[in-house]
């Protein structure tokens, strides 16, 4: 990995049972993830020689395989490219292990996995430190979340939580600055740089935030769009808001 913010010591629970990653991307990413539990690499010919092509197998012996017995493996809707990892789930973090945070992005009981892949993405490709999730209404592990994250599941620690109140609370303690996206908020998105650590907080497409996550923002925005179609998914609507409020290094 280019920038691993993992804590020293990544967890995994035996009990959730494996996981089958897929893709070339997010393989990828969890071949070079140290701390990643690997028990069994499938691969067709070509799909291991564009493996090889970016990096080592991890000490793994690749099987080789077809991508009928992927299909039937890992469902005919699976964009696999020819290659699956087995893999242990990785156990969620505690808040009290990710060292001050410049940037963090938090999901109030957003339960698609495709979201979630999606928003991960997105918050590892604006160098976010952590995605906070609750320990109810959260998905676990699967390979549609890491193929949806292409790999930044292995690259942006998850930090569950059980009161997300709470957790908003200890943000604020730590001098981050909160700000909550819903589509009723009175103040629209507008660019923010510099200022304090921020915390982004994205709400169920269906329900928004709850009302005592919305109460503990610092502020509360929406996003202005001039179309007929006043909403957007969450992920793309994450993808924006994290443009505009994280802001892109100054290369000049």
């Known amino acids: 990995m280019s920038r691993n913010k993992f804590p020293p010591k990544q967890r995994h629970d035996p009990d959730l049972g494996p996981v089958y990653l897929y893709g070339l991307h997010t393989v990828r990413a969890a071949l070079d993830n140290p701390l990643r539990v690997r028990k069994a690499l499938l691969a067709t010919p070509n799909a291991l020689s564009r493996l090889q092509e970016t990096g080592d197998l991890a000490g793994l012996e690749p099987q080789q395989t077809t991508p009928r017995d992927l299909d039937r493996l890992l469902g005919g809707e699976a964009v696999h490219q020819g290659v699956a990892l087995e893999v242990d789930p990785v156990t969620r ?28 993405r997105t918050a590892c490709a604006f160098g ?75 709400g169920a497409e269906s329900k928004g935030l709850r009302q005592r996550t919305r109460a503990l923002c610092d502020a509360v925005v929406r996003l202005d ?28």
Do not use: C, W
Request: charged share 20%; no cysteine; aromatic share 2%.
């Open 93 to 120: 973090f505690q808040l009290e292990e990710v060292a001050q945070p410049r940037l963090v992005v938090v999901l109030d009981q957003i339960t698609d996995p495709h979201n979630v892949g999606a928003i991960l």
């Open 128 to 202: 976010a430190d952590a995605v906070i999730t609750t320990a109810r209404h959260s998905p676990r592990e699967t390979g549609v979340m890491a193929k949806s994250a292409s790999g930044a599941l292995d690259q942006v620690p998850m930090v569950e939580v059980r009161n997300l109140g709470d957790t908003l609370e200890q943000l604020k303690g730590r001098g981050m600055e909160v700000i909550g996206l819903d589509s009723e908020a009175d103040a629209p998105l507008a660019p923010r740089t510099g200022g304090k650590p921020l915390a982004i907080v994205l």
């Open 225 to 252: 769009m001039p179309g007929p179609i006043k909403s957007l998914n969450v992920s793309n609507a994450a993808a924006i808001t994290l443009y505009a409020l994280a802001g892109v290094p100054d290369t000049h």
